[in-house]
């Protein structure tokens, strides 16, 4: 097989993290973010560009909360808007053709069999499982659906009324642990003091008013609409959602018992064998093969790792030490890391 590059993020690996805590009762979903139900869920950080610190912060502000209980994983997002607009209404549509908000979540963080979800203002949803990234060579499973799925939407202001006096619209979304956990470790819902990796992406595009409608602002050079701005909860340090290492650290608590999180070293530990899976890639797009030479690799970078690489004619596999000297973390060359 031959296997393409895979570009390495210009980041420093420093994902957001969230403590999410106990819902106390039941959510009867409007769309709105303002009720009861939300008071005890802390706001994430403001969005930033998805590129990180290389691109200006975007111009509106986007936030989330969210909340657990043993039925559902919850989700509210508050999206500042004075263009609210949305044009898609069948479902499984690709909702990203309109301003939408998306919920990415990897529950066992090994960066294959993972979720997509994306809802517009008109709360049309396209509903997706991924086998593995598109760099993997995964496809998109877009028949599946999420069985159970709850989403409401609130505009303040109007839809599609460019006069009107818009000021945001906001989403909640309730997703069945029943489906969550087909993915899951152990297939099974989180407990307290686990995390799941997960990320948020709004898409926004550049529009004008014309005939008093909104439309896409056209590249004269081009004909075709500017590139949408993604912003995004944990900065990705290149424009592609799909590489799951980089999504945030949810961390499901027990309000009973106090939350902290610090990233654990074993994270690291991924995290530099995920640096040599780029490169291993990219070492094969350039000549042909996989080396087991660590210097190429490596070069003069800092790390903490000293690992065992192992290749063959069209694959390979690299592995280190767990932090606890118990396991070993392998990843291999469709990106799928697992210990053992």
């Known amino acids: 097989m031959n296997w393409s590059g895979v570009p390495e993020p210009k980041i420093e690996y420093a994902p957001k993290h969230y403590i999410c805590g106990r819902a106390k009762g039941p959510l009867v979903l409007d769309g709105r973010v303002d009720k009861p139900f939300w008071t005890a869920a802390d706001w994430t950080d403001d969005f930033v560009d998805i590129e990180g610190d290389l691109r200006p912060r975007p111009v ?43 919920i990415f979540i990897d529950p066992d963080g090994d960066t294959h069999q993972y979720y997509e979800f994306e809802i517009n203002a008109l709360n049309t949803v396209w509903d997706l499982l991924l086998v593995k990234p598109y760099r993997d060579g995964g496809p998109p499973v877009n028949a599946w659906d999420i069985s159970g799925l709850k989403t409401a939407v609130h505009i303040d202001g109007e839809l599609n009324r460019p006069d009107a006096d818009n000021r945001k619209w906001s989403v909640e979304v309730a997703i069945p642990w029943s489906v969550l956990r087909e993915c899951a470790a152990e297939s099974r819902p989180p407990i307290p003091g686990e995390f799941w990796r997960v990320n948020f992406s709004r898409v926004e595009w550049q529009t004008e008013v014309r005939d008093g409608e909104y439309r896409k602002v056209l590249n004269p050079e081009t004909g075709k609409p500017y590139p949408e701005d993604n912003w995004v909860w944990s900065p990705m340090g290149l424009i592609n959602m799909h590489y799951p290492e980089l999504w945030g650290y949810v961390v499901f608590a027990d309000n009973d018992t106090p939350q902290i999180f610090e990233l654990p070293q074993d994270e690291m530990i991924k995290w530099e064998l995920r640096k040599l899976y780029y490169r291993q890639r990219n070492y094969f797009e350039a000549h042909g093969k996989f080396t087991e030479d660590k210097k190429q690799l490596m070069g003069d970078d800092s790390w903490t790792v000293d690992p065992v690489i192992e290749t063959t004619r069209s694959l390979f596999q690299i592995t280190a030490p767990s932090s606890d000297g118990e396991g070993v973390f392998c990843i291999r060359e469709d990106g799928k890391l697992w210990k053992e």
């Open 60 to 102: 509106k502000q986007t936030r989330v909360k969210m909340l657990w209980d043993d039925e559902y994983f919850y989700f509210a997002a508050e999206m500042i808007e004075d263009q609210i607009w949305a044009t898609l209404t069948e479902r499984d549509s690709v909702i990203f053709y309109d301003k939408d908000f998306e």
